[in-house]
C-alpha cells in the first residue's frame, strides 16, 4: 500500500526466506547497539569506569570472541538463503524473458508458445497502474515451479519483482537463470532496476499468476 515502509507482501517461499533474515539480521544489530551503547554510557557516567584497568586478557578475549559470534550468526542463515535461492529442480515450465529498449519479450519454449513482445501502456489508457501497466503480461500458473532464462538484445537489463524476491541481471552473451514458484494467486508487478538508457523508467514487468485449469485454456 501506499506509504508502506516494510517490504511487499511476500508471494514465493524465497522472498519469504528473504523477509525472516532480513528480520533475524535486525535483531542481532539492535543486539550489538545495545551492549555498544551500554559499553559507551557507561563509560561517560560512571567515574572511575577505567580505573585497574590496565590490562585484562579475560575482557580482551571477549571483545574478540563477541564479534565472531555475531557473524556467525549472521553468515550461516545468510549461506544457507544464497544455496535456497541458486537451488534449481526439476521446473514444470520454460520462459525465456528477453530485453530490448526499452520493453521485455516472453517465450514459452516447453509449450510450443510464440515469442511475444510486451510494451509499456500510457498513463492516460491505464490511470490505475500508471507507468506499470502493459499490453501482453507474463502469464503463469499458479503454485508451479517455473524457470526463467533472462538474456537481452542490447544493453545491459534487470528483470526484478519485489514482491518475488527475484533480480536477475540481462547481460549481453551471457545467459541467467532463475526459478520460483508462486504461491498465490494475482497480478505482482516490478521494472527493470537497471539504467538501461533514457527510457529506463518505460519498461515495466507485469505476472499474471492464474490457476491451472485457466492457463491450460489461456495456452
Known amino acids: 500500500m501506499w506509504g508502506s515502509l516494510y517490504f511487499q507482501n511476500a508471494s514465493s517461499p524465497v522472498i519469504e526466506q528473504l523477509i525472516f533474515f532480513h528480520d533475524h539480521t535486525i535483531i542481532v544489530i539492535i543486539i550489538v547497539i545495545v551492549i555498544v551503547g551500554y559499553i559507551l554510557i557507561s563509560s561517560c557516567v560512571r567515574r572511575f569506569y577505567n580505573r585497574g584497568l590496565y590490562e585484562g586478557q ?4 571477549i571483545w574478540t570472541m563477541l564479534p565472531v ?81 533472462i538474456s537481452r538484445r542490447d544493453v545491459i537489463h534487470s528483470w526484478t519483482i519485489p514482491s518475488l524476491g527475484v533480480k536477475a541481471d540481462a547481460i549481453p552473451g551471457r545467459l541467467n537463470q532463475i526459478i520460483y514458484l508462486f504461491n498465490r494467486v494475482g497480478i505482482f508487478i516490478g521494472q527493470c532496476s537497471e539504467i538501461c538508457g533514457a527510457n529506463h523508467r518505460f519498461i515495466p514487468i507485469l505476472i499474471s499468476v492464474i490457476p491451472r485449469v485457466e492457463f491450460l485454456s489461456w495456452i
Not at 58 to 61: A, D, F, K, Q, Y
Not at 87 to 107: A, R
Open 58 to 61: 579475560e575482557l580482551e578475549r
Open 69 to 149: 559470534v555475531f557473524l556467525l550468526l549472521i553468515a550461516f542463515p545468510s549461506l544457507r538463503l544464497l544455496y535456497l535461492i541458486e537451488e534449481i529442480e526439476n521446473p514444470e515450465i520454460t520462459v525465456k524473458v528477453i530485453g530490448h529498449q526499452w520493453y521485455w519479450s516472453y517465450e514459452y519454449r516447453d509449450l510450443g508458445f510464440s515469442r511475444f513482445d510486451s510494451y509499456i501502456i500510457p498513463s492516460e489508457e491505464s490511470p490505475v497502474f500508471r507507468l506499470l501497466n502493459v499490453d501482453n503480461s507474463l502469464v503463469v500458473p499458479y503454485y508451479t515451479g517455473v524457470r526463467i532464462i
